[in-house]
């Protein structure tokens, strides 16, 4: 007799602007075979879930996509935490304090369904609340950190060097906020160091503002919120990429937050920097070799994201 195939199966707590993205983002690429969305509007999560249903005729795959209480997650693979307040901040951290009252009610009926899989947290501040999570929860929490950051710097710059941002490997790394450091001296575009391709054509190239990309990468969500009241597509599709790594095994490398216990200097504080993810989910740490000025910034940046973890 042949052996089913497991069905892959995705929780989302927080049915909003991100995670119905998050939930669209699955299902367009054809991720899992099963999405079950939560939140306190259960009717708002079922008629999500039925707006998305209604494209399943239209995708790779036929997923079934529902609304649910957290009975449904017990047999989840991966939960994605996108509850959030309703306030927006320019400066993330400060939703910290209302984010934090949601997501220590969340904790609780989590743990009690009887899941056990890995927790992809997107809710802000992401770092602050992935380490709460995992702290609370006893939970494997990968946050999404600067995933985003980084495919927006990611952009940028191809922009001004004049090639894909597939070409162009750069990571943003530490807070999901405005501490968050761009690790030029480790960036490679074509698969060579980001200075050289500049100096090869100092009139052009050479031009590019990179102290310009990196403002206007941490200056992103914020613009974006501004006008038009949320983020939704760049981060659907960073934690499907995130989601995608860790429930197919891709061992993908991935800026996300984790917790840091030893590398780069740093202890006991969740920060991104680049991981290899796959079914256990971040399995590797990759540290990269980063200049005096990179280091120190990166440093300030856990230094902050460690003294709001310390108020909790």
Known sequence: MGHMKKTTKIGIIGAGHVGGHVASSL???????????????EGKAR?????????VAYMPLPAKIYAGGYEALADADIVVLSACSTIFEQDRLLEMDATVK???EIAPQLTTSGFSGI????SNPCDVIAQYFA???????????????????????AAMLGVSPHSVCAY??????????????????????LTDWMAEQPDTR?????????RST????????????????????????????????EKAVLPCSTLLDGPYGQHGVYASVPCILGAAGVEEVIELTLSRDEAEGFAKSCAIIREHCEKL
């Open 27 to 41: 299902m367009t690429q054809g991720l899992c075979d099963e999405i079950v969305l939560l939140d306190t509007d």
């Open 119 to 122: 927790v992809v947290s997107i």
């Open 218 to 249: 941490v200056a992103a969500g914020w613009d974006i919120v501004q006008g038009k009241g949320c983020t939704e597509f760049g981060i659907g599709a960073a934690a499907a990429a995130v989601i995608k790594a860790i429930l197919h095994d």
């Open 102 to 104: 949601v997501i220590a």
């Open 206 to 214: 050479g031009q590019a503002d990179l102290y310009g990309a990196w």
């Open 172 to 193: 943003e790394l530490g807070e999901h906020g405005d501490s968050q450091i761009a690790a030029f001296s480790a960036a490679t575009v074509c698969g060579k160091p």
């Open 135 to 157: 702290r609370i929860t006893g939970l494997n929490v990968v946050g999404t950190g600067t995933a985003l950051d980084s495919a927006r710097l990611r952009r940028r710059l």
């Open 47 to 55: 008629r999500h879930a039925d707006d998305i249903a209604d494209s």
